[in-house]
């Protein structure tokens, strides 16, 4: 069955340093999302990506952070100058789009900002 | 704005117990859709359900079944006699419908089902 797939699973960084967390959708899919979840917290929304571009983005998103579908396969979230705050379990998500509105989530990218 | 509440932050029950995870909305959409999200110990987001709000009836499958009522604003999750693999961290979560691309899902923030031998 195909699933989402991320990398690395987990990134340790020094506080200002840029981090790429990259992730492959499932292949026929057309929307793409990445959420956080700060430990121990709800799953938050980050960034959805359609068309070749950013559809919504919420307030957590701002000018550190970037998405990129570099190729036909790969979704890439870029924080540009990492801080403590940013240390959280980062999950992209796909969905096939049209009528169906679930999302299939990868095993997510455990970030620690030290 | 769109909001989910998981009143119960943790449950505990003994195996074959029967438990039900409570969810409450808020949008101001007349159409959305209701998921339930597992989440077990290893931390990743498994999806197991999607319901429409216009769909009321109520579904089954398997141990899990939901009820969804529109008029209390509910989503809630039962599994029936639970087993120790269903310990997990459960997440309720909300869509609203659009014929563009503002699919985000907001979420609850989630229970914590233990379920003991």
């Known amino acids: 069955e195909p699933e989402v797939t991320q990398t690395p699973s987990h990134q340790v960084t020094q506080m200002g340093q840029e981090v790429i967390l990259r992730c492959v959708p499932i292949s026929n899919h057309l929307y793409f999302y990445w959420y956080r979840q700060i430990l121990g917290q709800k799953v938050e929304f980050l960034v959805s990506?359609?068309?070749?571009?950013?559809?919504?983005k919420s307030e957590i998103f701002d000018d550190q952070f970037s998405v990129e579908r570099p190729d036909g396969s790969n979704f890439t979230l870029k924080i540009r100058s990492t801080k403590l705050e940013d240390s959280a379990m980062y999950f992209c998500?796909?969905?096939?789009?049209?009528?169906?509105?679930?999302?299939?989530f990868g095993p997510g990218t455990r970030l620690t900002v030290t | 704005a769109q909001k989910v509440t998981q009143a119960q932050t943790e449950i505990s029950v003994v195996e074959k117990e029967d438990v039900t995870l409570d969810c409450v909305y808020e949008t101001r959409d007349t159409t959305y859709y209701l998921f339930w999200y597992k989440q077990p110990p290893s931390g990743e987001l498994v999806f197991l359900i999607r319901r429409n709000s216009f769909d009321e009836q109520n579904e089954i499958s398997g141990r899990y079944s939901w009820n969804f009522q529109k008029s209390t604003s509910s989503f809630n999750f039962t599994i029936t006699a639970s087993q120790v693999v269903d310990s997990a961290v459960y997440f309720c979560?909300?869509?609203?419908?659009?014929?563009?691309?503002?699919?985000?899902?907001?979420f609850g923030s989630g229970t914590q089902l233990t379920v003991l031998p």
């Open positions: 979560a909300l869509s609203r419908i659009s014929s563009g691309s503002a699919r985000q899902l907001t």
């Open positions: 998500a796909s969905g096939v789009g049209g009528s169906s509105y679930e999302q299939y």
């Open positions: 990506f359609y068309n070749n571009e950013i559809s919504e």
